[in-house]
């Protein structure tokens, strides 16, 4: 790969690197295709527990590169720069997944995004589409399609809204105004932390995850989360959830976090 990087800590913790820092992380056809492929890796490897995304250098991506932009424009059409075939991680977990950027909901584990530096429009969603975001004080955030003349992209008008409400979302889609990560509206970033604290700050949170929870507790939380996302429907979750609870009580992984809570010691998953 020339545009991802991945690493792998000793508890099952990824590093996925947007990796092309001479030009801030812009994205291509070429890092699209690479990140698909890095997660697929990452989805077989049973040894992951969690994924950190993050950019190398100073920016974590500040979204279509230039000259791709143009290209679209000379067009006249939007082309991904995809090629025919690809990876697809998180795909066949619920059909309304198996799609660019959304497909991140249907992994297995928690991706958290660690925003260290300028964030755009691709990068903004790719971001959105994680299941977790902290940024760095003084990182630019824009949504950026209105100000190129184009709607919001890649879904970004079904995720922003769940997470910041209908009123922020609109403002933040309509203007493309750019907003630093410390004043983006609540339910955004789960935590904005000194630039120098960022990645130590997610990669501890990452490992508790790893290694203080279980992991396929948390796979089904995270469908169950998701499924609630796409039905709207309280009763059914209350019911779903039931059945998933009935499920996971008879498993060794219960068995072990009671254990470990009634003796007071970690759990060892």
């Known amino acids: 790969m020339r545009t991802i990087s991945v690493e792998i800590d000793d508890v099952g913790v990824a590093t996925v690197w947007l990796d092309r820092p001479e030009r801030h992380n812009a994205w291509t056809g070429r890092m699209h295709a690479e990140y698909l492929a890095a997660f ?84 903004f969603a790719l971001a959105c589409f994680c299941d977790l975001r902290f940024a760095a004080v003084g990182a630019k955030l824009t949504t950026a399609a209105t100000r190129l003349g184009l709607p919001a992209e890649y879904g970004l008008s079904w995720i922003l809204p769940r997470l910041v409400g209908v009123t922020h979302a609109a403002d933040l889609l309509y203007t493309s105004r750019v907003v630093l990560a410390q004043d983006a509206p609540p339910g955004l970033f789960n935590a904005v932390l000194p630039a120098d604290e960022l990645i130590d700050h997610v990669r501890a949170y990452a490992r508790r995850l790893a290694t ?34 009935d499920r996971h009580t008879g498993a060794n992984e219960y068995r072990e976090g009671i254990a470990a809570f009634t003796e007071r010691r970690p759990p060892r998953f």
């Open 212 to 245: 203080e929870v279980g992991p396929n507790a948390v796979t089904m939380t995270k469908r169950l989360l998701v499924a609630d996302l796409l039905r709207h429907a309280p009763g059914t979750s209350v019911e779903e959830s039931k059945l998933a609870i």
């Open 40 to 123: 697929a890796d990452l989805e077989a490897n049973d040894a992951v527990r969690c994924a950190i995304v993050t950019g190398r250098g100073k920016a974590f991506s500040v979204g279509g590169d230039a000259r791709a932009l143009a290209g679209h424009a000379e067009r006249g059409g939007y082309d991904t720069g995809l090629p025919s075939e690809t990876a697809t991680p998180g795909y066949g977990v619920h059909p309304e997944l198996d799609h660019d950027l959304v497909w991140q909901l249907g992994m297995r584990f928690p991706i958290i995004a660690a925003v260290n530096g300028a964030c755009a429009g691709i990068a």
